[in-house]
């Protein structure tokens, strides 16, 4: 005997695409959790997908003996401009076995600490600009991050520098990437047949893919014109071999990977940083004990990469921000076959199964009625491996969890105890509430700050 899953009402043909809120898509997610509880199901222009909302079932869909990941729609689009890059590619897809393997070294923690000098050579380019502009510069954090963000990866990755901090206002490849990602969810949303007579969008977004093609050609022409010994992750991909079945990545596959870190890369590690700051700004106590931590761990000297990983406090905060604001909200998945959830909801094998990490995050039978809350006590070390399984869960699952987590991880904490050595912030306009901004990823829209040169330094 089955429950049935519940679903809103929908209009014929569209489904509950109409539901879905254009601008924010998530909102309408959490919106959904809210009246149907901790799971639904939608039709999207005739496509079923099921959502799932607690800790309970995602810790059950991420059993991958049962479940693998399929991209979702608007992820699916993406595959426009990146192919099979790893982050797009489809499980059976033997390039994604063959990126997978050879790249996964180059991502470790171990070699994530050698690009530690590189991160702080792009962090220091930040420091010094908000040192420049002064105090009553009205700054927006989320892009001047994904400057950082975006820097640090083409510059630490590829030893490529795009100068993002000497550009006024976004980097055109920033700007194509946000603009041809938002179309992407637009798509998804959008009947295929439709799709043909918006002939204004399309070229726009076919030009958007030539300008981020562009760069990547770039990137990948100048390596094979000026070869270098650099053990950076673009010469691994020219270079190395999969130890499985010996072969190399071909030109166009290190092209979809490069762009895929691009875009993977830094949306996501920006849209971190802007949540920390966000969160640390409305939460004044969580701010003075970060800057405690960072006066007392590190003082006035520079930070080192053995204090990677050393400061509790900070990691917690990182957490407890990912925890809020994942910027990868939700992530697909679908069973091999047909299955039970709960042992009561009946799924049928390849229905995509929408993971709503982002209501996961506020389950209050894990979080409790202080959920929706910001405090990083929660998750200091101890309190954190306590948590039941999948409680947490920002970087994915499994074997397609998220290749560049600890590079994402020590690039935030350097320009963490870098900001915290060096400035105090207050936000510009000090009754701002969060609202978002919704492309592949989420992050804080509309949200400036003042950062305040610290003159009491330790
Ligand atoms: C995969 C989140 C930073 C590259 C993922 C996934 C998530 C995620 C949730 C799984 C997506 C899915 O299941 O569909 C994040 C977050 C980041 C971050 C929250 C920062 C805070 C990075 C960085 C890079 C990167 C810095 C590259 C240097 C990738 C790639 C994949 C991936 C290539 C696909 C892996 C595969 O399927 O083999 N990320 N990511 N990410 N991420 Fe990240």
């Not at 760069?215 to 010994?229: C, F, G, M, S």
């Not at 006066?295 to 930070?303: P, V, Y």
Request: net charge neutral.
């Amino acid at each position: 005997m089955t429950t049935p899953i519940p679903s809103p009402p929908s209009v014929p043909f569209l489904g509950h695409v109409t539901i879905i809120d254009r601008e924010v898509a998530i909102y309408s997610y959490n919106l959904l959790a809210k009246q149907y509880g901790e799971i639904y199901t939608l039709n999207m222009l005739g496509s079923k997908v099921v959502v799932v909302c607690s800790q309970e079932l995602l810790h059950e869909v991420s059993d991958e003996k049962r479940f693998r990941k399929i991209p979702r729609a608007a992820l699916d689009q993406v595959r426009n401009a990146v192919g099979d890059g790893l982050f797009t590619a489809h499980g059976e897809e033997p390039n994604w076995h063959i990126a997978h393997r050879i790249l996964m070294p180059a991502f470790s923690t171990m070699n994530t600490r050698n690009m530690f000098d590189d991160m702080v050579d792009v962090i220091s380019q930040l420091v010094q600009k908000w040192e420049r502009f002064g105090p009553r510069h009205r700054i927006d954090p989320s892009q001047d991050f994904t400057a950082l963000t975006f820097e640090a990866i083409t510059f630490c990755a590829m030893s490529y520098r795009m100068n993002s901090f000497y550009v006024e206002g976004m980097h055109p490849f920033a700007r194509a990437m946000a603009d041809f990602l938002i179309e992407s969810g637009n798509r998804a949303l959008r009947p295929g047949i439709v799709q043909p007579f918006l002939r204004g969008t399309n070229s726009k977004y076919e030009e958007d893919v030539k300008v981020m093609s562009k760069y990547v050609d770039d990137i990948y022409d100048q390596r094979k014109a000026n070869p270098t010994e650099k053990k950076d992750i673009l010469n691994l991909m020219m270079n190395g071999k999969d130890p499985v079945s010996g072969e190399g990545m071909s030109e166009q596959l290190i092209k979809n990977n490069l762009l895929t870190f691009l875009i993977a890369g830094h949306e996501t590690t920006s849209g971190m940083l802007t949540f920390i700051m966000y969160y640390l700004l409305k939460n004044p106590e969580a701010m003075r004990k970060l800057r405690e931590e960072v006066d007392t761990m590190i003082g006035s000297r520079l930070m080192t990469v053995d204090d990677v990983n050393k400061l509790p406090y900070l990691i917690a905060v990182m957490r407890e921000a990912l925890r809020l604001g994942p910027p990868a909200p939700m992530r697909g998945t679908a069973a091999f076959e047909d299955t039970t959830l709960k042992g009561k909801y009946a799924v049928q094998k390849d229905v995509p199964i929408y993971c709503g990490i982002y209501m996961v995050h506020r389950d209050p039978k894990v979080y409790g009625e202080d959920a929706d809350e910001f405090r990083p006590e929660r998750m200091l070390d101890g309190k954190f491996e306590a948590l039941p399984p999948d409680a947490w869960q920002p970087f994915g699952f499994g074997v397609r969890a998220c290749i560049g987590r600890p590079f994402a991880w020590q690039e935030a904490q350097i320009t963490l105890v870098y900001l915290m050595q060096r400035f105090t912030f207050v936000m510009h306009d000090p009754t701002y509430d969060l609202h978002l901004k919704q492309t592949l990823t989420i992050k804080p829209h509309d949200f400036y700050i003042h950062a305040i040169p610290r003159t009491d330094k330790p």
